[in-house]
């Protein structure tokens, strides 16, 4: 754990966390309302006008960061950019092996595998010839 960061003891679910969360669902099923209900193929698209493809995904992409926008102004949206801010300042710390030590590992990984699904080939073929010869007698 980051020791920098404070956490919150406080993990009750207040009446305003309520009314957003219900905002933020109701604000990505709009977005999803909008692309389903001026579809070319629907019935409705000749009364009202089927809308582009990309005006009705642009609907749902508005819809989408509208709730993620009230999701993050909750006590669990806080918790969660909390989470991803020591995501992130742990990741700075990640060593990360370079191109040739990955590319030797790979390559161990790919014998193992191809070894072990001998072995294990190997295995089911003796089982299998084990119970044909004791089911033949």
């Known amino acids: 754990m980051n020791s920098k960061i404070e956490h919150s003891k406080d993990t009750s679910t207040h ?8 905002l933020a669902t109701l604000l990505v099923l709009a977005g999803l309302f909008v692309w389903f209900w001026f ?4 019935g409705r698209a000749a009364q009202l006008g089927a809308w582009a493809g990309q005006l009705r995904a642009l609907a ?4 989408l960061a509208g709730g993620v926008g009230v999701f993050l102004m909750t006590g669990k949206g806080r918790d969660t950019r909390e ?7 742990e990741l700075r710390k990640v060593v990360w092996p370079t191109r040739q030590e ?10 193992v595998v191809i070894i072990l699904s001998l072995l294990l080939g190997g295995f089911d073929y003796l089982i299998q010839w084990a119970i044909q010869l004791f089911l033949s007698r």
């Not at 579809?39 to 629907?42: H, K, L, Q, R, V």
């Not at 749902?60 to 819809?63: A, L, R, S």
């Open 102 to 111: 990955a590319t030797r590992m790979t390559w161990v990984v790919m014998v």
């Open 15 to 22: 009446g305003g966390d309520i009314v957003k969360y219900v």
């Open 60 to 63: 749902v992409i508005i819809g």
């Open 39 to 42: 579809s070319a193929d629907s």
């Open 83 to 89: 989470f991803l801010s020591e995501s992130r300042f």
